[in-house]
T-cell receptor
Framework: KAGVTQTPRYLIKTRGQQVTLSCSPI?????VSWYQQTPGQGLQFLFE???????NKGNFPGRFSGRQFSNSRSEMNVSTLELGDSALYLC???????????FGPGTRLTVL | QKEVEQDPGPLSVPEGAIVSLNCTYS??????FMWYRQYSRKGPELLMY????GNKEDGRFTAQVDKSSKYISLFIRDSQPSDSATYLC???????????FGQGTRLTINP
């Protein structure tokens, strides 16, 4: 069974630009969660999607948004990038958030 | 105060030692408890998943949950250099949709 895949793996952007990250969950998983990981703040929850609906959102500004498609694939978008957005962005999939969540390898975003 | 507290370490032990990693939490609604292992520049890998209180064993790994004390532990027996990684605890409540993570403990097993 293929794991969670994320593209791209690495990204370098400049301040003010926007970026879109993609996540393909494990086949059959309908829940996709996104997290931001930084050395200072650890793993922080961004949002969770289930059957194309955002069910929960973390404490991030509106510049962070996401969506989920009918095949459960998900994208997240960050607009007007700031230096502090440099982080590892992780996607996790599960049958339901209370079940085991399996993480992808992450997208490492660097904002210059 | 953070919902989940985890000593960030670093923790360094000799090969073959028993390792004990711990988290405390404040939210009594947490029902599902997980331990993840994360190698440098990789995504977290699920090690253990437990529901409510009790013990669960999987090979060299044992997870314990004590809900009365709001305390969870992960024990690694016969530790190997390949166990060197950051270990993250995570938990979620019934009806909630987001995992809450500890800060992670950086572990090094010395040959």
């Amino acid at each position: 069974k293929a794991g969670v895949t994320q593209t791209p793996r690495y990204l370098i952007k400049t301040r003010g630009q926007q970026v879109t990250l993609s996540c393909s969950p494990i086949s059959g998983h309908r829940s996709v969660s996104w997290y931001q990981q930084t050395p200072g703040q650890g793993l922080q929850f961004l949002f969770e999607y289930f059957s194309e609906t955002q069910r929960n959102k973390g404490n991030f500004p509106g510049r962070f948004s996401g969506r989920q498609f009918s095949n459960s694939r998900s994208e997240m978008n960050v607009s007007t990038l700031e230096l502090g957005d440099s982080a590892l962005y992780l996607c996790a999939s599960s049958l339901d958030p209370h079940n085991e969540q399996f993480f992808g390898p992450g997208t490492r975003l660097t904002v210059l | 105060q953070k919902e989940v507290e985890q000593d960030p370490g670093p923790l360094s032990v000799p090969e073959g030692a028993i390792v004990s990693l711990n988290c405390t939490y404040s939210n009594s609604a947490f029902q599902y408890f997980m331990w993840y292992r994360q190698y440098s520049r990789k995504g977290p890998e699920l090690l253990m998943y437990t529901y409510s209180s009790g013990n669960k064993e999987d090979g060299r790994f044992t997870a314990q949950v004590d809900k009365s004390s709001k305390y969870i532990s992960l024990f690694i027996r016969d530790s190997q250099p390949s166990d060197s990684a950051t270990y993250l605890c995570a938990m979620i409540g019934q009806g909630a949709q987001k995992l809450v993570f500890g800060q992670g403990t950086r572990l090094t097993i010395n040959p």
